[in-house]
């Protein structure tokens, strides 16, 4: 049987709003081509057409799942750009709000990729247990999943009353939930002999490509925005950042699963020790940062999110430039999925944790 | 005879069953299942879903070839529904007993791959084609382990009737003198319905549905009972082989033990949906080459010299 | 040696090398080069191979209308050198309007690829060598100009 061209498209239950064009031999994949571009609606565009202020809603969008992550480095480029000294309680607050929103989205993909390979109580258990934290988020921002909380110059809300206790009573909930997933899908022996070995990324390949985030760390190079450039009060915090260095499936799930535990250090430790104050400086809603160029990151749940932003000193910026981890991922598809079988596509494919709407903008 | 054994009394099960796998699999998940439709927890569920089905538009891709393409469901239900007609529930509720009622299930069995295969082919669909490749490729080679497994259990009764290898289990059940057998049977009986861990051929993240892709409406709704039906006929079948069929205390008819035991071999089916994700063919082949069939092997080899060594 | 020395230690081995290029440290853990096209490629052999810098993480172009010009900055990191991550280095070139072409740079960085890409569709820029020139995230009926250029206005603002 000769090569058959499968276009795993946009109308497909495992391909998200991507599409994928694979050559097939039997069983084996000869060449995968990435075809992103289907949500993309020009969010760098339409930034140039609103207020420094106006443009959060519009870039927390094309991340919902872990909204605050896109929307932190766009706010530390203009608080920069503008010489803004955010007052620390404010600091906290976001450091907090940004690891609540890590733990959200690997969940969320921890879920799905359960549903890519076939496990439906995958799917449910961390679905369920996610309304946990989306229920502290909600307490102190008031909505589910896109915010517009943080804001140049600090958070928008204070803290509410009870927030550290009803953190720490689901954080106990969340430990505990979080040891059977150990014992039911990271050691079940399927799962394991569908990820062990499958798209191994090693750390020469990973460096040239270019990849970022948990992809990155599971090639077993230690690089995380957080430590190698603390931003706010990461420098205060202690934690680690996980790595393994196998390179396969398996290890970017081991890489996840473990920076849900080392969020939740960080939460409560920033509960514990946040300290009292001003949570936001007060300016003035219409901003002109004066003329320069900014280019600032940081560590959201799927690699480093950065902006290069070029102001004239107008109240709308010149030029908006996101780099989203998402896009900076695309080349490992086609790499990986090389001489791989049919049936590991997803496997690969979900381990990168494509967002396609974050790599379109 | 048309009632009891028969398809009517089949079909109801089938309806139940449905329903007992959705609130088992909620049960695991932490979710309440079917609730709404039919006084008690959604009982009747599954007809108002086969009701629905027969309501929708049958969509028939117009590069398909058409009459094997609305063959292959009717083929399948017929496959499935002559398995029920060979096994007896108890002596007195059979439909046809036959001195070679097992070789006449292997026979049936390793018709299915055929129906598949016609149905993916005359899909002309490329995931249809991709899906029913590999159900070819798995239910051939599981169905090899299958039929030694049986053949264990003839060698060790001594006969291909179905009601004679109950009657000799009357001392102890096949399932204590053939534990590799039964394991066998299980695994390869999970292999021929397309059930997880070995649902490789319905990967529905990468080949959206499989062979069963171009089938809407009723067509669906056909081969999924057929399906279940199959299920319902493999576990009755386990229960006649290997766990005494009928054969219990007197305090309930014989029928209803059939049942009851029939029911607890389901369970055990349906439990590794909620526990096991999916197995890549390679490795599913893998196993079932490499693994039950030298299984399967030592068990037919060791029942053919105890019963030489007893005679 | 304190970071921000380290980075001025980088910046003035960068100026020695390519003295007639502007080399700056704006802010901590920053450093500029702004380069002439017909330098990019050697000064970015130059900083992979001496300096270490093994990746692209993106590539931003700006469409300068009232100056004639369009820029193109990469903003480069690396891995490999775990006391060098905090460093971001940006090479910017400038473009005159009528002639849009440069060369491209992923014979160097690989990683680069998908971001040239992106600014030719948005911007019009040709980079001379790069592989692939399909539009990538616009469609392919695409028949307007490129989008991220400043003559091309949203409408309903």
């Known amino acids: 049987m000769s090569e058959l061209t499968i276009s795993v498209g946009p109308q497909h239950p495992g391909s998200g709003h991507f599409r994928l064009i694979i050559n097939v031999d039997g069983d084996r994949i000869t060449k995968a081509t990435p075809d992103p571009g289907y949500v993309h609606r020009g969010v760098e565009k339409q930034a140039e057409y609103r207020e420094y202020l106006q443009n959060i809603p519009l870039l927390e969008r094309p991340v919902i799942s872990d909204s605050n992550g896109s929307v932190y480095a766009y706010v530390l480029a203009v608080e920069t750009l503008a010489g803004l000294m955010v007052p620390e309680r404010g600091q906290y607050i976001r450091v907090l709000m940004a690891e609540l929103n890590r733990m959200m989205s690997h969940l969320y993909w921890l879920a799905i990729y359960g549903i890519f390979l076939g496990h439906s109580t995958m799917f449910m258990w961390p679905f369920g247990d996610r309304e946990a934290i989306i229920d502290l988020a909600q307490r102190v921002a008031g909505t589910r999943l896109t915010y517009s909380f943080f804001v140049p110059g600090g958070v928008r809300n204070d803290l509410p009353d009870g927030f550290k206790d009803e953190t720490l009573r689901a954080f106990e909930f969340l430990e505990k939930r979080l040891e059977e997933y150990e014992a039911i899908f990271v050691k079940n022996p399927i799962f394991a002999q569908r990820t062990r070995g499958v798209g191994i990324l090693s750390r020469n390949d990973a460096t040239r490509l270019g990849v970022v985030g948990p992809t990155l760390r599971g090639s077993g190079i230690d690089s995380d925005t957080r430590k190698d450039e603390p931003y706010d009060v990461y420098d205060k915090l202690e934690f680690e950042v996980p790595s393994f260095p196998d390179g396969d499936c398996y290890s970017r799930v081991l890489v996840r699963l473990e920076e849900i535990k080392q969020s939740m250090r960080i939460v409560r430790q920033a509960v514990k020790s946040i300290p009292e104050g001003p949570f936001r400086l007060r300016l003035p809603s219409v901003m002109r940062p004066p003329a320069g160029s900014v280019y600032a990151r940081t560590e959201a749940a799927r ?59 | 005879m048309l009632i009891f054994p028969g398809l009517s009394f089949a079909l109801t099960f089938v309806l139940l069953m449905v329903w007992y796998e959705r609130k088992l699999l909620a049960k695991v998940q932490v979710r309440v299942g079917p609730l709404y439709a039919g006084r008690f927890e959604g009982i009747l569920q599954p007809l108002a879903d086969f009701v629905k089905l027969l309501f929708k538009e049958l969509i028939i891709p117009k590069q398909a070839d058409r009459p094997l393409f609305m063959l292959a469901p009717t083929f399948m239900m017929a496959l499935s529904v002559s398995l029920l007609a060979l096994i007896p529930l108890s002596p007195t509720y059979m439909i046809a007993d036959s001195d070679v009622g097992i070789l006449i299930i292997i026979a049936l069995l390793s018709l299915s791959p055929l129906a598949i295969t016609i149905a993916a082919w005359a899909s002309n669909n490329k995931y249809s084609l991709i899906g029913g490749l590999r159900a070819l490729h798995q239910m051939t080679s599981y169905a090899i382990p299958l039929s030694l497994s049986i053949l264990g259990v003839v060698v060790i009764s001594g006969s291909f009737s179905l009601l004679s290898i109950v009657e000799s289990q009357r001392n102890s059940w096949f399932l204590l003198l053939q534990p590799l057998g039964a394991l066998v049977f299980f695994l390869g009986a999970l292999a021929e319905l397309e059930r997880v861990p070995f649902d490789v051929p319905e990967a529905e993240t990468e080949i959206v549905m499989g062979w069963e892709t171009e089938y809407s409406g009723i067509n669906y709704g056909i081969i999924m009972t057929a399906a279940y039906v199959k299920f319902y006929a493999l576990a009755v079948l386990f229960t006649v082989l290997f766990l005494g069929g009928w054969l219990g205390p007197e305090i309930v008819a014989p029928p209803i033990w059939t049942i009851v035991k029939s029911i607890l071999v389901v369970t055990l089916m349906m439990i590794p949906r909620g526990v096991y994700p999916r197995v890549r063919i390679d490795q599913m082949l893998r196993f079932g080459w490499a693994w039950l069939l030298p299984l399967s092997l030592v068990n037919l080899i060791m029942s053919l010299a105890v019963v030489a060594l007893l005679k | 040696m304190s970071a921000s020395e380290q980075d001025q230690e980088i910046a003035k081995r960068i100026a020695e090398r390519f003295p007639e290029n502007k080399v700056e440290v704006p802010s901590k853990n920053r450093i500029d080069v702004d380069v002439s096209v017909q330098t990019l490629t050697t000064l970015a052999t130059y900083l992979r191979d001496i300096e270490g810098f093994d990746h692209v993480t993106s590539v931003a172009g700006t469409d300068y209308p009232d100056k004639n010009l369009m820029t193109i900055i990469y903003h480069l990191s690396t891995y490999a050198k775990p006391e060098n991550r905090r460093l971001i280095l940006s090479v910017s070139a400038s473009l005159p309007r009528q002639d849009l072409t440069v060369p491209s740079l992923v014979s160097i960085w690989p990683s680069a690829e998908n971001h040239e890409r992106e600014t030719h569709e948005m911007l019009g820029i040709t980079f001379q060598g790069h592989p692939n020139s399909n539009l990538l995230l616009l469609p392919e009926d695409w028949a307007d100009i490129p989008p991220l250029r400043k003559d091309f206005k949203l409408r309903g603002r």
């Open chain 1, 303 to 361: 690699g480093a999110y950065a902006y290069f932003i070029r102001s004239e000193g107008e109240k709308t910026p010149y030029r908006l430039k996101i780099s989203s981890p998402s896009f900076r991922n695309l080349p490992a598809f086609g790499f990986l999925m090389k001489e791989a079988h049919l049936a590991d596509m997803p496997t690969i494919y979900w381990s990168l944790d494509y967002w396609p709407l974050e790599a379109d903008r």
